[in-house]
């Protein structure tokens, strides 16, 4: 606290005489600024004077993370002014004079905060102060995609400001491979380098500075090797990762298709692109060796906990027992933070432990996009017969997803995707045969849905190719076509407690679907050159880690004598309400107030083994595990309890202190009746599926290509929500991602469609050319609403898993801009099915609304190149 009024703004600015020094105002506070500050920006500023709420997201004024409020006395108008700035592109000597109200500032010394607004207080990895002889570390990278290392030459690097170490593959006192499922990946490059953004060093150096500084002049020698740079060129060139192909087979496609019992047979590709995580927080550790080297802790930023003890302990040749991993929280992870973020640890550890000193790596922005692996893109090649009503009889499909130069989780990732392939359609006949591409680009890896999302719109493409050929609306050709209760899948499993119905006439209504078409025909009849657009599109998503011993979890509940409680369990906070919803579930346990529930922070010397906190499962599996050991303490407690001698909570718990109960417990929880055999291709791999649909609206200026959201309205079975307020957020924020995902998000990499960018790099590497959503992509009217009157009795409080289930919806968005573009080609006499990749962006949607402007330069087919 300790921002100015406005009143009192101006009249310290109008008072404000040159007194010889340069001072800003930070938060109302007056500040002499120093000499020799001339390279800092105000960004580094505000840290280094101890508010870290002002964030470090991108460095290149696209993300937002470090918005501050600057206002300044103008001497003509006489009136103060105030503008939001990016304080990462602001050098300090620019603010000389004015006010800056950082986070850690809103509000006014009368009234407060403000009760939703945040503190800039909550720590992350980069904020966490450093030991003081703390070293920072920058990555050498490789600059070429696939090559042969012929040499390092480091003495540049050496001579270098503040440089204290260069560790190369030759360094690590462990093993140097890695990886979660297969160790296929080095954590320092040691030969051949396999990507551009490949680890092959790290450089430790005073600052951060100094180590990028350093590392920049380590000079490699390559002699480069031929690249594959797509998934077609993979299937082209047979490059798979080894064992990754998986088939799964229902009923007899062959047969169908010859039985003439198809009225019609449709063919088609699609592609999907990739995503950048963009978590808000890049890829950040700081470790330290304890005892000479005896032990090693870190804070990472990290889903995995466990997976960083286990990396760091792999590399250095130590016992797990040995390394301490904690993580209090996380500025988002969306999968990118599960496996990926471990690579980073386990390189800084290398220096720390030989150093004997703490080390700290944090990503920049460009190095964390180009480096961490993305989404995967997809290819989807279908075939499928259906009869002239619209019932689906058959569906052969090809799956491929770009896996990147190491396996990371990219098999889990395809067979998740490949169960996910029917969306929420009955198919009789079903064969989907997948693999996994090997391209010499970083490790895709986990991202909210886990292939999920890319197979459901492939599904969602094949059904509206199927609605054109039968000239109808997609809308009743998916009601036609939807599983029930007791449906069989493709996979084996047997549909039950199905809701898909009933969430999808409830989103019909709320969203009126009639009058939403007869409205958006209207306003097409009227208009030439803009047109809108709607679709609905339904999504069933499986809850469970398709790997069965995953499911699994660990918490230890402490119970202290003032009645308060601590919880720590395996799963981490990200921003997703985590922690909120497992101390309410200790509180309802022990009948307290929620205040009295504390979760401090994620450690791998509380819990164990924890599964990493991803597949949507967390709140299911560590409630649960909180439940178990609450139940345990308080059935050691009952006989006290039932005396009936207290009062209060606290003085239950004090009466059982000296009674010598024991009052703390470690609880689990193992996910029952769940498991798959991949050799029969059968089995029961979720336990259960959330259920949603989304209805959006679209406005397109055919012209030039842009759009905007008029409307989006999602209806969800999430069972009994144990927090409504968190789970439509949740809702809110996987639509919003899955929208950009859809339409705005498109990764440009250096491939045989662009060859103006050099071949593996990465030319979207920062939000300036890589379009995040933001405010102005929030759809005009946002309704979300949580199914009534429904339950899960075999989840913890009949609730359902939230996090991964929503973002597909956002594909609602690519389906209505579709729509629209449909209306334009309809008006040049274009009726047939077209293609439109994802995201479907400005140019994409521009060339594909035909007309004689781009008939002079392409076919009315004509898809804009993407890199998948
Ligand atoms: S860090 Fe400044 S806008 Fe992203």
Redo the contacts with the bound molecule.
Sequence with gaps: MGSLTRAEEEETAAAEEWSGEAVVYVNGVRRVLPDGLAHLTL?QYLRDIGLPGT????????????TVMVSCYDQTTKKTQHFAI????APLYSVEGMHIITVEGIGNRQRGLHPIQVTGEAEYTDDTPTPPNTLHAALVLSTKAHARILSIDASLAKSSPGFAGLFLSKDVPGANHTGPVIHDEEVFASDVVTCVGQIVGLVVADTHDNAKAAANKVNIEYSELPAILSIEEAVKAGSFHPNSKRCLVKGNVEQYFLSGACDRIIEGEVQVGGQEHFYMEPQSTLVWPVDSGNEIHMISSTQAPQKHQKYVANVLGLPQSRVVCKTKRIGGGFGGKETRSAIFAAAASVAAYCLRQPVKLVLDRDIDMMTTGQRHSFLGKYKVGFTNDGKILALDLDVYNNGGHSHDLSLPVLERAMFHSDNVYDIPNVRVNGQVCFTNFPSNTAFRGFGGPQAMLIAENWIQHMATELKRSPEEIKELNFQSEGSVLHYGQLLQNCTIHSVWDELKVSCNFMEARKAVIDFNNNNRWRKRGIAMVPTKFGISFTTKFMNQAGALVQVYTDGTVLVTHGGVEMGQGLHTKVAQVAASSFNIPLSSVFISETSTDKVPNATPTAASASSDLYGAAVLDACQQIMARMEPVASRGNHKSFAELVLACYLERIDLSAHGFYITPDVGFDWVSGKGTPFYYFTYGAAFAEVEIDTLTGDFHTRTVDIVMDLGCSINPAIDIGQIEGGFIQGLGWAALEELKWGDDNHKWIRPGHLFTCG?GSYKIPSVNDIPLNFKVSLLKGVSNPKVIHSSKAVGEPPFFLGSAVLFAIKDAISAARAEEGHFEWFPLDSPATPERIRMACVDSITKKFASVYYRPKLSV
Excluded: D
């Excluded at 964030?55 to 470090?66: D, H, S, T």
């Design positions: 960004l964030k470090l997201g991108c460095g290149e004024g696209g993300c937002g993370a470090c990016n304080a990462c592109l939000p």
